[in-house]
């Protein structure tokens, strides 16, 4: 089956540690996205990549990085410069703005990563 | 840039009852509008999608229609289920085509159907 994983499903950090979450897709989009969620709220774009070896900032961008050295993969690392990591954490990807003819392909989620600071 | 401002929850509703959540957008053009679910504890799934003023999208019983002179796309439901129960999102691409095909959620409205 096509889709996107996240793993893991709930990760556990203390203080100080850099953490790293996984996503990949075998659905062949060219364009990939993390999101940060909190309790309440809505979803706030942290990183995106349209392509392979490129991303750009999102919103919230600051205490986190990002590659992307395959087309199915776009890890997220939560690093220790980032204050309030605690959060649920999702990813998506979509077929790519440069396919889409005028119209936006809409984005495929993951499962999530819950993230906790200890 | 592009916005969506969706009505604050949550919603709590009898099984049966009619829904309503309302969704209006500020865009450049006439981007295509999206509605998303999230069920407890999981990812986000795509609902329904329009992509041109007029459209009517449906699914699962859900509808909403892309209304250009009011900027909106109200999501509605003749008859909840107690498995309609989760968080409901409305979206837009971020601005121009070329923008990464970043989407704009709404803060996301919360449904609670009761038996």
């Known amino acids: 089956d096509g889709g996107i994983t996240q793993s893991p499903k709930y990760l556990f950090r203390k203080e100080g540690q850099n953490v790293t979450l996984s996503c990949e897709q075998n659905?062949?989009?060219?364009?990939m996205y993390w999101y940060r969620q909190d309790p309440g709220q809505g979803l706030r774009l942290i990183y995106y990549s349209q392509i392979v070896n490129d991303f750009q900032k999102g919103d919230i961008a600051e205490g986190y990085s990002v590659s992307r050295e395959k087309k199915e993969s776009f890890p997220l690392t939560v690093t220790s410069a980032q204050k309030n990591p605690t959060a649920f954490y999702l990813c998506?990807?979509?077929?790519?703005?440069?396919?889409?003819?005028?119209?936006?392909?809409?984005?495929?989620f993951g499962p999530g990563t819950r993230l906790t600071v200890l | 840039g592009n916005s969506v401002t969706q009505m604050e929850g949550p919603v709590t509703l009898s099984e049966e009852a009619f829904l309503t959540i309302n969704c209006t957008y500020t865009?450049?053009?006439?981007?295509?509008l999206f509605w998303y679910v999230q069920y407890p504890g999981e990812g986000l799934q795509l609902l329904l999608k329009a992509t041109k003023a007029d459209d009517k999208g449906s699914n699962k019983g859900f509808e909403a229609t892309y209304r250009k002179e009011t900027t909106s796309f109200h999501l509605e439901k003749g008859s909840v289920q107690v498995s309609d129960s989760a968080v409901y999102f409305c979206a837009l691409p971020g601005g121009s085509y070329n923008q990464g095909g970043k989407l704009i959620f709404g803060q996301g409205t919360e449904l609670s159907v009761k038996p």
């Open positions: 659905l062949n989009h060219d364009a």
């Open positions: 865009a450049t053009g006439y981007p295509s």
């Open positions: 998506a990807s979509s077929i790519g703005s440069f396919k889409a003819s005028r119209v936006y392909n809409e984005q495929f």
